[in-house]
């Protein structure tokens, strides 16, 4: 039996064929149409394509599902609010089922990539696992006993708006200092700013051919490695701020992995281990207690397709 | 059918014969040994007492379940540590065994005081629960589909070991600003010491007879309800402490109840209209997701001897 992955995104949407190994057979990328109407019509126009191209039909499917960016709740059937693509109150369980006579789930981009890291990535074999997505904003997954955790409504796993500087900065949750405004790529990105501000010579400048509107997620990073010591203060600073933020969910889950995903995870090795570096220093935060294994995610921007596909 | 339910104290061990329906049927209270080989042959002697008194033989006994304050990991045991009783490495329920064939299981006291209000308490017939004990430090409990959830080893569910303040109080865990001393009674006794050092024209020194060691857990609270500014100022403020550090946990679970127990939530209905209100200022932690119901623990004292029957 094969299952579909749909991995809705601001710019595009991916479409995957995903058997029970988590391989991708057969993959569609699509321009994300503003319409939500008009997109679940591509959406199953390529769909369509798949099955034919690949010669199979829609009783072989075990189901179809969904990764979307923003407030979902899969048990109800509809997507509340998909704030990049201006979708609100979607009812896509009756839409695709007038193309689809199959099962249709979904839930938020961040609970879909742990759950394809679980099943078929860096965390296979794990039952108890969590995840950060660093990028724009900061996602976040749980994995209880092998079984995405959704929290009441699916409105739980926000682990980018958790406090970690009381009064900090203001976030667009509504409260102030949430993890998000400290460790997504959006945040490392201000941090650099703000430290090449300070110091016009930092090679940080160079780096971004003197435009700082050219900095990136990687400027610090890179920086950092070729021994600039403003860099090295932003990601000394970043780590910081990444490394308590995981440990206070090691205190709470005492997970067996914790998984780091998005844009930033891209720095892998090098930023992995100065994670664990930190963490060690402080016993994984709280005295003596299971060291917490700390990976990388291996799925890639496949992760969505996959994950969306394991939902079914 | 019966189980007996054990809480062990600093000062002392609460033991209860407890019925399906969480009633105790019979109790007794000893004094706490620092020696647990004493202690174990004490708390068998009540048990076997307590069995002739009821005319109960062990076979009509589903088990025994101990509450104990510290770090324990249910599945070796073994109880690690108990630092206020200088307990450590103590082979529990092979040692109680030796008394009685039966179910031998343990947890922490919040871990069993959580379970207690789950089952027969505040929060029966919720699924997904999550409790603070505001005591000496803060503990804390957490209910997953009507299951405890312990973390890897029995070491997560450490809800007072979560940085509320970045790089803030000194903890005893070995970071910096965790919940626990900014929320427990210690705290809040800290921080009416604080402000009456601040204001010496406060109600708050005739509260306690002008002896700033007499102040407890409900000093601020008092003066508060009668008018005191300064004793206002450090109400709010705890409540704030309070209150942001439940909807982070509201961000990352979404569950349906969130209890408050120990010696703190005396304050009952007072408390909880503050917390209510400074949450719903916030939207509960996160935009329009469904309201966590906030609540007192009605067990009180019992809660320890029935949380840990309930183990059995």
């Known amino acids: 039996m094969y299952s579909f992955g749909v991995d809705i995104g601001g710019m595009s949407i991916k479409i995957g064929l995903v058997d029970e190994n988590g391989h991708i057979l057969e993959k569609r990328v699509i321009k994300t149409d503003t319409d939500p109407d008009l997109a679940i019509e591509n959406i199953a126009k390529q769909l369509n394509d798949i099955l034919e191209v690949k010669n199979i039909t829609i009783n072989e499917i075990n189901g179809i599902g969904l990764g979307c960016p923003g407030a979902v709740d899969g048990s109800s059937g509809i997507i509340d609010i998909l ?10 369980e009756k ?23 679980v099943k078929y990535g860096c965390a296979k074999n794990y039952k108890n696992a969590l995840m950060f997505t660093l990028g724009t904003g900061v996602g976040g997954g749980i994995i209880i006993d092998g079984k995405l955790y959704e929290g009441n409504k699916c409105k739980g796993a926000e682990l980018g708006h958790i406090t970690l500087v009381l009064d900090g900065l203001p976030c667009t949750c509504g409260r102030k200092g949430c993890v998000e405004r400290y460790v997504s ?28 509107n050219n900095v990136d997620g990687k400027t610090a990073f890179e920086c950092c490695k070729q021994g600039d010591e403003s860099a090295k203060l932003v990601v000394n600073t970043y780590v910081k701020y990444l490394a308590e933020s995981m440990m206070n969910l090691f205190n709470i889950f005492r997970p067996e992995i914790f998984i ?15 994670v ?27 992760a969505g397709i996959i994950g969306a596909s394991a939902l079914v």
């Open 83 to 92: 704030p990049n693509l201006g979708w609100e109150n979607v009812e896509i």
């Open 95 to 117: 839409k695709l089922k007038k193309y689809f006579n199959t099962k249709i789930t979904f839930s938020n981009d961040a609970n879909v990539a742990v759950l394809a890291e």
């Open 185 to 212: 790529a959006t945040a490392l990105m201000e941090q650099t700013k703000l430290a090449m501000q300070e110091n016009k010579n930092s090679l940080m400048w160079k780096q971004v051919n003197g435009n700082i």
């Open 276 to 302: 664990i570096e930190y963490c060690e220093k402080f016993n994984y935060g709280y005295l003596d207690t299971p060291k917490v294994k700390i990976a990388i995610a291996t799925l890639g921007n496949d």
């Open 260 to 274: 780091l995903g998005g844009g930033i995870s891209n720095q892998g090795q090098y930023l992995l281990d100065m």
